[in-house]
């Protein structure tokens, strides 16, 4: 089993910045993603960002430019840096944890509410 700890959210006027943590622990395999997704009332979640655990990145389109993923392997900890904020980046944000073994495993954080006033 694999735990996720978030933290970092809040509310921010539009153009502010805020920064998401994630911190993991447990049963982590040597080769894993860990990204952020996002979710509005009504609509799917949509992932944000992701990092390997060979810092491999990706964005969605949305993003790029405005966000960054990294992580602390150490710490077993994912960042995302939000700059630039838009009321439309207002969600709730959920850290994942992908572990790739024999099988694909997927674990979630609770989530933590991103608010962006315009």
């Known amino acids: ?11 921010v006027e539009a153009g ?3 920064r998401l943590s994630c911190a993991a622990s447990g049963s982590i395999f ?5 990204n952020w997704y996002r979710q ?11 990092i390997s655990s060979g810092s491999r990145t990706n964005y969605a ?11 602390d392997n150490a710490k077993n900890t994912v960042y995302l840096q939000m700059s630039s904020l ?10 994942n944890l992908r572990n790739y073994g024999i099988r694909l495993v997927d674990y979630w954080g609770q989530g933590t509410q991103v608010t962006v006033s315009s």
């Not at 089993?1 to 509310?11: A, H, K, R, T, Y």
């Not at 949305?62 to 992580?71: A, C, D, E, M, Y």
């Not at 838009?86 to 850290?95: F, I, L, Q, R």
Request: charge should be neutral.
């Open 61 to 71: 389109d949305s993003v790029k430019g405005r966000f960054t993923i990294s992580r």
């Open 16 to 18: 502010g910045s805020l």
């Open 86 to 95: 838009k009321p439309e980046d207002t969600a709730v944000y959920y850290c």
């Open 40 to 50: 509005v009332p009504g609509k799917e979640r949509e992932l944000v960002a992701g």
């Open 30 to 34: 040597s080769f894993n993603t860990m």
């Open 1 to 11: 089993q694999v735990q996720l700890v978030e933290s970092g959210g809040g509310l």
